[in-house]
Nanobody
Framework: QVQLVESGGGLVQAGGSLRLSCAAS????????VGWFRQVSGKEREFVAV????????FAADSVKGRFTTSRDNAKNTVFLQMNSLKPEDTAVYYC?????????????????WGQGTQVTVSS
């Protein structure tokens, strides 16, 4: 089992950057695939990016491709989401999630463990 805690959210102007962190506690974090999702109140949760167990694989949603990148430091049990060129439409609560079994997935139902979320607000 793994527990996840996101941090790094906040208020930023359009065009700015933020780096979110997802810190994990528990064993064998390097065996987990980690995904990032976001949700706006009243809307469905949306896939943002995913990273493989070693950090050597992963991909991002078309809406953030070229602006957001994800990385991980397994020695520190932490995954990062670097968000550049932020737009007002990126405003949402961002969640990290972990999945020990299976392949990289955009489907949030595939993920077993979730953090509490961190708010990102981008002003125009």
């Amino acid at each position: 089992q793994v527990q996840l805690v996101e941090s790094g959210g906040g208020l930023v102007q359009a065009g700015g950057s933020l780096r979110l962190s997802c810190a994990a506690s528990g064993r064998a974090f390097s065996t987990y695939i980690v995904g990032w999702f976001r949700q706006v109140s009243g809307k469905e949760r949306e896939f943002v990016a995913v990273i493989g167990r070693s950090g050597g694989s992963g991909f991002a949603a078309d809406s953030v491709k070229g602006r957001f990148t994800t990385s991980r430091d397994n020695a520190k049990n932490t995954v990062f989401l670097q968000m550049n060129s932020l737009k007002p439409e990126d405003t949402a609560v961002y969640y990290c999630a972990a999945n020990r079994v299976g392949l990289l997935s955009v489907d949030d139902s595939r993920y077993d463990y979730w953090g509490q979320g961190t708010q990102v607000t981008v002003s125009s």
